[in-house]
């Protein structure tokens, strides 16, 4: 049994410290205990398993200029951050290569791939499980040119299995007669699933891990301790905890804790935003994501949540207006007819590596020190996962899957 000190209480954290605590070690998670600040709370919901086709694809850089310059698209700039942002950009566009694209979905799918089992293993038995619902997950394009124009996309997907139903007409219209005429291609995704309340699915979790023994401390974990190349506790407060082994789960803000560490990894905020229009008219029958606005609409419990956006400008400034009124924009234009009660309004912070890959895995030279963090838009659906690998780590079992890809030592 390790005393295992966990930084950070998102749904990577949580789901490390719920099967730390399954493998029998004591388990205490530093979190600053604001909920609404994690990108946990606020995402999209899909567990979208199909999700493995990263941002920096081919192509990227030919398009997103005139993305930046159009308010009708949804990649925004803090123009005062693009010096700061400029080296990070450097090394993502680095990865915008077809090679690149096929070994990053390969390592995303290892780890997303079964994401709705994922989430039922680690779920499964605890107050949290109701929030998990089974569901397919749709990709709507205008026409079936739009859709031909994503090939690339999809080629990508069935040579890592996936399979999906290809519709049109009445059968598209048969299939969710919600959306507008002038969307008229779907591709249909089975076994997938979405969870209903994100943030409550976090409570509960969380809850749990208390229930069965764990410790919740609020407050700023300031840095790692060790001596002799090994882990001996965590710094709060001017306090130190001790631990056997740590885990840094801090999301978009892991980075100023691994450079502590000697790991300079380049690692951004992808600043994503939603919309909640509660009491609407009409909700889509499962999670659904609009291609040509890149957002997904997701019928949650009382509401429905239009979530997407990426918008470079770190971690520390106000959320835009501009995003909110796209969102607005585009989901009236999806659903023509839409009327809703009130809405809710949230920015959060995508934690985006260079390389598209999220950490997972030992610090290369200090015993005891694991990352789990880096899952950019997929991190609900990768986060059980994630966890289940780092405790078996942790607990000395080896992963019956080929953990390099994600090794913190890529950035030694
Ligand atoms: C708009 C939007 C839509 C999205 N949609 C989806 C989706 O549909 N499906 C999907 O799979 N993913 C989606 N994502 C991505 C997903 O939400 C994230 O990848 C995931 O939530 C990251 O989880 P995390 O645990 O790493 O980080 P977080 O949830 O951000 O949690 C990190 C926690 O660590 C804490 N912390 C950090 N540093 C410290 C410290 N030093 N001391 C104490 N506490 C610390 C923070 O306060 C925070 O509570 C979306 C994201 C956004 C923004």
Redesign the pocket.
Known sequence: MKKVIV?????????TSIWLQRAGHKVTI??????L????????????SS?IVPVNVPGLMRKAPGMLLNPGQPLFVKWSYLPKLAPWLMRYISHCRPEETLRIAAALNAI?GD?LQDHQLLAGGTPAARRIRPSDYVFIYDDKAHYDSDASSWSVRRSLGFEWDELQGDAWKAHDPVFSPDLKFAACLKNHG?IDD?GAY?EDLTDYFVKQGGQVLK????DVVHENRAVSGVR?GGETIPANAVV???????A??TRKLGLNIPLES?????LELWEPNMMPRG?VMIVGGKF?V?PMEGRLRV???VEFGGLKKPPSKAPFSLLRNSIRAALPGLTWKRETR??????APADSI?LIGEVPGLAGAYL????????????PRTGQLLAQLISGNRPNIDLSPYAPARFA
């Open positions: 930084i950070g209480g998102g749904i990577v954290g949580i789901s530093i979190d600053r205990g604001v909920a600040d994690r990108a946990s709370y606020g995402n999209g919901g899909v567990l979208a999700a997303i994401s979405m994100p976090l407050g700023e974990a300031d709060i840094i789960a801090g999301g978009a803000w892991s100023g804790l992808e600043r994503g935003y939603h999670p997904v997701t979530a997407g956006i949230w920015m959060g912070h995508r934690p999220p789990g963090f880096g899952h950019h838009h997929v991190g609900l659906t990768g986060g």
